[in-house]
């Protein structure tokens, strides 16, 4: 019975301190340890219209429709999901727009696609055929047959695979795209 009560008294003592033991190993453990917001880093795009594309035509809307999809380039044959998915309106009066672009690590490779929105597909239904099909789409030489029977009536305005290696990262856009000529500037920083 003496041993019963020890044992007793000994339970109580240990279930008592190691109730007392996480809360304050946790919250020594928090003060050292980052959280999960303050280990990524926000970085910026910003893309800027120098030549809009639909500035010709008295029937166009003056905007020109902007699909931007950003991924890590991880070497295989489909990219996973976009780091970045957004729609954008550029016009006369609006040339430039800066998106925030939260990162828990800096992808040293990526696949950029600016993409020309002629109808009204929406990202769900674009960047999943961009995701698998984006290999036979950076081909030289496509044309806008070959788009089409991928995007439809959208367009591809260009596209860049390679580093983003320094703090900063430009790649231009131009060209000439149904009559229309555009020139289009997308950095990271």
């Not at 030549?51 to 003056?62: A, G, I, K, R, V």
């Not at 009066?93 to 020309?116: G, H």
């Not at 991928?150 to 390679?162: E, F, P, S």
Request: with cysteine.
């Amino acid at each position: 019975m003496k041993y019963l009560a020890y044992l007793s008294a000994f339970l109580i003592l240990v279930s008592c301190a190691s109730k007392q033991h996480p809360t304050s190993t946790s919250s020594s453990s928090n003060s050292a340890k980052p959280t999960t917001s303050s280990l990524s880093d926000t970085y910026n795009i910003f893309v800027k219209a120098y030549n809009l594309s639909e500035d010709m035509s008295t029937l166009s809307t003056q905007n020109d429709e902007l699909m931007l999809l950003i991924y890590e380039n991880t070497q295989q044959p489909t990219l996973s999901s976009p780091l970045l998915a957004k729609t954008l309106i550029l016009s006369s009066s609006n040339r430039e727009v800066n998106i925030p672009l939260k990162l828990d690590s800096k992808p040293e490779q990526l696949v950029i696609f600016l993409l020309e929105m002629d109808t009204d597909k929406n990202i769900e239904q674009i960047e999943p055929v961009i995701r698998v099909y984006y290999e036979q789409m950076m081909k030289d030489g496509l044309t806008y047959n070959d788009v089409s029977k991928y995007l439809g009536d959208d367009d591809i305005l260009g596209y860049y695979k390679g580093d983003w290696t320094k703090k900063k990262l430009t790649v231009s856009f131009s060209g000439v795209q149904k009559m229309d000529r555009y020139d289009y500037e997308v950095s990271l920083e």
